[in-house]
């Protein structure tokens, strides 16, 4: 459920691996924020896997997209798309596009189907094994996996964005970018809510100095969403294994970046987010640890793995954790 950075990645390595893999996503390609979002680079994350061979083809066929001498260690959205498709369709993956999941049926602590709704109406996926890349924690949710929802003290999410690309005049050369500010918060898992954050989030890019260079070339599809639920795990990642460099007996991958917490009220944070920024003033310092397969088993269901940000990390790790290639 779900093809964004992990969704992808994950139904060719089921598939590879000899299951008999079908997946599908609400938008009508793959890659999530990484191509519907608008986000053209990795930020943190640590390298390494199948993103490596994604990038590697990538990095080929970025000349038919952009001039990779002005993108530097960017990619086009358009070649990352290709690609994804390639290795899904290459690995035997049916994928159906345009479809939202909304509820799932169960028996015995295990996920029996997926009920999801498209252009064509609803749909009933059976499935023996589930893997849930919603990003929000969607699939586990609905069956019944216990979950936070942002901080502690008031319930509020990490800044969301509405991304736009734009032309620039720079030293007498047409370049291309993208604008990623915070565009406010919103509940992901309210619709209408989304609706209007949606709304905000265009309206924002009007500006009364736009001309022939510089102007706007297109807006994601996609809302940038940096957080939504953390489901609750066999084992919940925390601040303390990402600054204590940590290592586990299960490790299954590395996660590496530093802080980042766009929050702007840090007194509403936990104590130990207070102290790290403000007390310690190492918001930037780095935060790197392994990854433990049991964060990615929700507690009480017996056939579901995660493979998006809602895995079990406490808010906290979250903000460290929640890069493409992780």
């Avoid at 139904?11 to 924020?33: E, H, K, N, S, Y």
């Avoid at 390639?86 to 049926?105: D, I, P, Q, S």
């Avoid at 005049?169 to 209408?192: C, I, K, M, Q």
């Amino acid at each position: 459920a779900g093809l964004g950075a992990g969704g992808a990645l994950a139904a060719v390595a089921a598939a590879r691996a000899g299951a008999a893999t079908a997946a599908f996503d609400p938008l009508p390609f793959a890659g999530g924020t990484a191509t519907g979002g608008g986000i053209p680079s990795y930020y943190w994350g640590v390298a390494g896997g199948l993103q490596d061979e994604l990038d590697d083809r990538v990095r080929e066929i970025m000349p038919l997209f952009a001039n990779p001498a002005v993108w530097g260690r960017r990619f086009h959205h358009d070649a990352r798309r290709i690609v994804l498709d390639e290795m899904l369709r290459k690995a035997g993956v049916t994928c159906v596009w345009g479809a939202m999941l909304y509820g799932v049926e169960m028996r015995h602590g295990r996920v029996e189907a997926g009920l999801a709704a498209g252009a064509d109406g609803a749909a009933r996926l059976r499935a023996s094994c589930w893997i849930d890349a919603t990003g929000d924690g969607d699939l586990a949710a609905f069956a019944g996996a216990k979950f936070q929802l942002g901080r502690a003290g008031d319930g509020c999410l990490h800044a969301y964005t509405q991304s736009l690309g734009r032309f620039r005049l720079a030293e007498e050369r047409l370049l291309t970018g993208t604008v990623n500010f915070d565009s406010g918060y919103t509940d992901p898992t309210d619709s209408e809510d989304l609706t209007r954050a949606r709304i905000t989030g265009i309206g924002q890019h009007s500006y009364y100095a736009y001309n022939a260079i510089r102007r706007p070339t297109w807006i994601a599809p996609q809302i940038g969403l940096r957080q939504g639920r953390q489901i609750e795990t066999d084992y919940r990642l925390t601040i303390d294994d990402l600054l204590d460099r940590r290592r586990f007996e299960d490790a299954v991958g590395l996660t590496g970046s530093h802080y980042d917490n766009h929050a702007c009220d840090y007194e509403f944070e936990s104590d130990a987010a207070c102290f790290l920024a403000w007390g310690c003033r190492l918001r930037g310092a780095r935060t790197a640890c392994e990854i433990p397969y049991r964060v990615l088993i929700p507690r009480g269901l017996d056939n579901v793995w995660m493979a998006c940000r809602a895995l079990g990390v406490s808010e906290e790790a979250h903000h460290s954790f929640r890069m493409h290639r992780d």
